[in-house]
């Protein structure tokens, strides 16, 4: 049975995975924080904490709210800094089987091409994924994933300071999820990943007033699904690169889902508080789906759902 | 630290709004210190994504025990398991109170069900020949901590703040009367307890230890979420504590919401 996908065949490094279940930016740390609780190894890829050039604080307390099915997060990017990035996670990360990719996001869009240069060449760092939505900060962020042209003049930035294969990040606060995509595809992107978290408050109602300390936060878990399945189903119709799922995907038949609606590989979040073991559980029951189906190749199921 | 399914051998409401919980957990029980917690999953499928957070409260060979306050959703489904139902638990996590070697005589402070992580506290320090001392407070006489729980080697006084039980008052109101016998103080209670023993001179003579309680997400130092500002820089409470120093937090910024 072959689960292996290709994310970036245009690109001179490549990006092969042995299966897809990848592990989503933010939930997964950087690989090494479940290394105890099962054997990561086996995953397709892992995708680090979003990263910036300076470290960050991050936002005020509180940052997590619980609503049905989901959470609302607003982490606000806390992270150690793409210096220590390069200086004390790559050197374990490159001994390892599974490839790793660095989520890296930008104030400005000179912010991003730095990250790019720094990493490029870096041992242990298989690719990069340019976040261009994360809505929690208010100097940039989600601005640039929500127009084409500002998506489009950060993927050239990046492309222009690396040879490293790119999967650009998508938010859904955007009117143009496909305009979008389009744009940076046509800038460089090798694939396409998508969605990052639909922005979303909470009240506090014995205080009487919102509930997470910067007010508005990312919505994750179950609850997001069938818009994130939407718009990969959107943007797997509009372009000709790679597209890689994620959204609430708490399942091997959530995951079968987006690979039928035109997916490459998945992302599993959230689903990884609730269940650590979730990202292998979820490629466990892809294989078994597989079996019972008579499936030889993963490709077979890649936009089987489509019509 | 491991994940285990682990099977509930008792359930039932021993305060208004609180529930006793015992578990056959051999492989999170065994290796569990006093001040850990373990990260519990509610309800089937995903309803609830978040595991929470709770202190381990006693220990007993391969069991442990909870003792949750039912506050939302997710306590509320915990509290409706019954003998024989399994719970999917991660633990031992965070760093446990330090007991230091040349102490001897250990005054612990619970504030309402900050009584959670100090009847282990109490137990661990008597079986090492340690004497203790429990101020327990709750607001009234029903949600005090049943006395016959309580190993009873444990100096005991209360207090409620209707006065219905005990000492008519806060629990803090008790604490200069005892801080010269202390050797050190571990302190479990809401966030306005501690910044009322900040406010008491004690603070600067005796160590004082203190279980801080924030909004959790993975439990594994991951997502960044249950992050407080100290003096000594941003520290995950899942990690890095959740037993810290008293004087360490900025408990002003934290009581405010800022990190």
């Not at chain 1, 490029?120 to 939505?133: K, L, M, Q, R, T």
């Not at chain 2, 609180?18 to 499928?45: K, N, T, Y």
């Not at chain 2, 709770?54 to 025990?65: C, E, N, P, T, Y």
Request: glycine fraction near 12%; charge should be negative; charged fraction near 15%.
């Amino acid at each position: 049975m072959n689960l292996s996908v290709q994310l970036a065949p245009k690109n001179k490094h490549g990006l092969s995975l042995a299966n897809p279940v990848m592990t989503a930016s933010g939930t997964f740390g950087y690989g090494t924080e479940y290394s105890h609780l099962f054997d990561i190894q086996k995953l397709g890829a892992i995708v680090c904490k979003g990263t910036t050039l300076k470290p960050r604080e991050g936002n005020p307390q509180p940052r997590l709210a619980e609503t049905p099915c989901g959470v609302l997060n607003s982490i606000g990017l806390q992270n150690i800094g793409i210096e220590a990035v390069i200086r004390d996670k790559a050197p374990v990360w490159a001994g390892w089987r599974v490839p790793v990719m660095v989520n890296i996001v930008g104030i400005r869009v000179e912010d991003y091409a730095r990250m790019a240069a720094k990493l490029d060449g870096v041992a242990g760092i298989s690719g990069i994924e340019v976040n261009i939505g994360c809505p929690n900060i208010k100097a940039g962020g989600a601005e640039f994933g929500a127009r084409p042209d500002l998506a489009a003049e950060v993927t050239a930035a990046v492309k222009a300071a690396t040879s490293l294969p790119l999967l650009v990040k998508l938010t859904p606060n955007t009117a143009d999820i496909a305009g979008v995509a389009k744009a940076v595809m046509r800038a460089g992107a090798d694939a396409i990943s998508l969605i990052n978290t639909p922005r979303g408050i909470a009240i506090d109602v014995s205080r009487r007033r919102p509930l997470l300390g910067n007010v508005t936060g990312g919505l994750s878990g179950p609850a997001i699904k069938p818009i994130a399945l939407y718009m990969v189903y959107t943007v797997a119709g509009a372009v000709e690169v790679p597209v890689v799922g994620v959204g609430g995907i708490a399942t091997a038949s959530d995951a079968i889902e987006f690979i039928m609606a035109g997916a490459s590989a998945v992302q599993i979040g959230t689903a990884s508080f609730t269940n650590p073991r979730a990202p292998l559980d979820i490629l466990e029951g892809i294989e078994q789906f597989m079996k019972k189906e008579g499936i030889e190749d993963i490709a077979e199921l890649i936009g089987a759902g489509r019509r | 630290m491991r994940q285990e399914v682990a099977s509930v051998t008792a359930n039932a409401e021993l305060m208004p709004q609180v529930h006793l919980m015992w578990l056959e957990s051999s492989q999170i029980a065994s290796p569990a210190q006093p001040g850990q917690f373990v990260m519990v999953r509610c309800g089937e499928d995903f309803e609830y994504p978040l595991r929470r957070p709770f202190s381990i409260h006693q220990q007993d060979g391969s069991k442990l025990a909870l003792l949750f306050n039912m506050v939302g959703r997710g306590t509320h489904w915990l509290s409706q398991c019954q003998a024989g139902d399994e719970l999917d638990l991660l633990g031992p996590l965070g760093n446990g109170f330090s007991i230091h070697p040349g102490s001897h005589n250990l005054l612990l402070v619970a504030g309402g069900i900050g009584i959670a992580p100090l009847v282990f506290l109490a137990q661990q320090a008597l079986s090492q020949g340690q004497a203790v001392t429990l101020l327990l407070g709750a607001s009234t006489a029903p949600q005090l901590y049943p006395e016959h729980l309580l190993p009873p080697e444990v100096k005991l006084v209360t207090a409620t703040e209707d006065g219905t039980a005990g000492k008519k008052g806060m629990i803090t109101d008790l604490l200069p009367d005892f801080t010269g016998w202390a050797d050190q103080i571990f302190a479990c209670g809401p966030i306005s307890m501690y910044q009322t023993m900040t406010k008491q001179n004690f603070v600067t003579t005796k160590p004082v230890q203190v279980s801080l309680e924030v909004r959790m997400g993975c439990g594994l130092g991951v997502c960044y979420g249950c992050t407080v500002k100290t003096k000594s820089g941003l520290k995950q409470v899942c990690q890095d504590g959740p037993i810290f120093d008293l004087d360490d937090i900025l408990w002003e910024e934290l009581a405010n919401g800022g990190v």
